[in-house]
Each structure stands twice: as C-alpha cells, then as structure tokens.
C-alpha cells in the first residue's frame, strides 16, 4: 500500500494560480491510475481529476478547463496545476490511487473572494 505526501497549499485570491504536488511512495507507481481529491468542509470528498497509467487524464466539470493533472514517473510524483482558482474550489486536497486506498494528510487550499 503506498503512501502520499501532498504540499502546494495555501491562501491564495480568487482567479490566482497554485500548484500542487503529491510524492506517492509504493511499488508500482508508474502502473497505476492517480487522481487528486479535494473534501470542503461539511461535503463528501470527490475526485476532481484523475490521470491513467498511459497519461489519460479526465476531470470533473467543476474543474474543467482551469485544473491540470500531469505526472512524473520518475519522480513518482504527480501534480495538479490550478488556475483561475475560485471561492468554491477551497477544501483539503488530496491524491490517491484510482480506487483510492488510504489517505494522506492532504493540503489545505483557501480561496478568498
């Protein structure tokens, strides 16, 4: 089982940038589908992007057009690049496997309108 350790967070305005990075440890890195999670405070967590072994990437429509999954295999590393960002995309940001298994500590972004 691997484990995630998410950095990238912070306060940021509305319609600024962020990117976030997750280094996933664990065998098998480069076989495995990736997503980035986010949980809002009083709503479920739900994934908002995710990315396959072979690069496809797909997003929820809250998101689309505005985030970007990407990885580095090497680093075992995968990234989520947030532009234009919003009130409502504020929430604990995680990644994870595709199912997820086990979470990390996540990284807390805050959007101020």
């Known amino acids: 089982q691997g484990q995630f350790v998410e950095s990238g967070g912070g306060l940021v305005q509305s319609g600024e940038s962020l990117r976030l990075s997750c280094l996933a440890s664990?065998?098998?890195?480069?076989?495995?589908?990736m997503g980035w999670y986010r949980q809002a405070p009083g709503k479920p967590r739900e994934r908002v992007a995710g990315?396959?072994?072979?690069?496809?990437?797909n997003y929820a429509d809250s998101v689309k057009g505005r985030f970007t999954i990407s990885r580095d295999n090497a680093k075992e590393t995968i990234y989520l690049q947030m532009n234009n960002l919003r009130f409502e995309d504020t929430a604990v940001y995680y990644c994870?496997?595709?199912?997820?298994?086990?979470w990390g500590q996540g990284t807390q972004v805050t959007v101020s309108s």
């Open positions: 664990g065998s098998a890195f480069s076989s495995l589908s």
């Open positions: 990315i396959t072994f072979t690069d496809i990437t």
């Open positions: 994870n496997t595709v199912p997820p298994h086990g």
